[in-house]
């Protein structure tokens, strides 16, 4: 089992940025993948960006279009970040943190029941 547990969350005006934050304890060493997930109010939960163990310094990065170029995933061993940037008002909502011991295939890391083990969660609210 990893434990999962997130920071940074708050509220922002339109246009601004904020850092998240994730720390992962257990057994770490069986994760494969580490993700933000998102759910806003009244929509599914959606991954929006997620990360893929290479080799002790190298993780792959995949983004959802909606924050494609506007958000960066970045990890070491046991944490991930989420660094976003031109925040919106749509990007209001609960953000988790997630790991899985899976491996992915024809783009699984974007499914949120891909991953086995969540965070809290941090809420984020952004006002126009």
């Known amino acids: 089992t990893v434990k999962l547990v997130e920071s940074g969350g708050g509220s922002v005006q339109a246009g601004g940025s904020l850092r998240l934050s994730c720390v992962a304890s257990g057994e770490t060493y069986s994760i494969q993948y580490m993700a933000w997930i998102r759910q806003a109010p009244g929509k599914e939960r959606e991954v929006i960006a997620s990360t893929t163990h290479i080799d002790d310094s190298q993780y792959g990065t995949y983004y959802a279009d909606s924050v494609e170029g506007r958000f960066t995933v970045s990890r070491t061993s046991m944490n991930l970040y989420l660094d976003m940037y031109r925040l919106e008002p749509e990007d209001s909502g609960m953000y988790y943190c997630?790991?899985?011991?899976?491996?992915?295939?024809?783009?699984?890391?974007?499914?949120?029941?891909?991953?086995?083990?969540w965070g809290q969660g941090t809420q984020v609210t952004v006002t126009s």
């Open positions: 997630a790991a899985s011991a899976r491996f992915s295939t024809g783009g699984m890391w974007a499914v949120p029941t891909f991953y086995s083990d």
